[in-house]
């Protein structure tokens, strides 16, 4: 059974540091990519980062670039987010979810996603 469980949420102050970690099980990130997203109630789930298969190629939106950086620890079978430089506007619920590498070449449109974990709160405040 394919599945990804977040950890790392909490209350950070602006303009601290966090890392989530997304923890795969029952599939290899060899063959997924692996996307992070948030949402805030009431709003549209944005894609922020997306890791795919070969662990080396990445991208980011343009809201996290810069203080966002997604990686990947292939023994581990988790892919973590360090969040740097964290804004209030940073305050939703993180996920991570996961696409077989034959269903899409990008992993940061929530429809293309096949796998969610059930996220982790990140609030920052002061």
């Known amino acids: 059974q394919l599945q990804l469980v977040e950890s790392g949420g909490g209350l950070v102050q602006p303009g601290g540091s966090l890392r989530l970690s997304c923890a795969a099980s029952?599939?290899?990130?060899?063959?997924?990519?692996i996307g992070w997203f948030r949402q805030v109630l009431g709003k549209e789930r944005e894609g922020i980062a997306c890791?795919?298969?070969?662990?080396?190629?990445?991208d980011y939106a343009d809201s996290v670039k810069g203080r966002f950086t997604a990686s990947r620890d292939i023994a581990a079978n988790t892919v973590y987010l360090q969040m740097n430089g964290l804004k209030p506007g940073d305050t939703a619920v993180y996920y991570c979810?996961?696409?077989?590498?034959?269903?899409?070449?990008?992993?940061?449109?929530?429809?293309?996603?096949?796998?969610w974990g059930k996220g982790t709160l990140v609030t920052v405040s002061s």
């Open positions: 890791v795919r298969s070969s662990g080396t190629s990445t």
């Open positions: 029952g599939f290899s990130l060899d063959y997924y990519h």
């Open positions: 979810a996961a696409v077989h590498i034959t269903a899409a070449t990008m992993c940061r449109e929530y429809y293309d996603m096949t796998t």
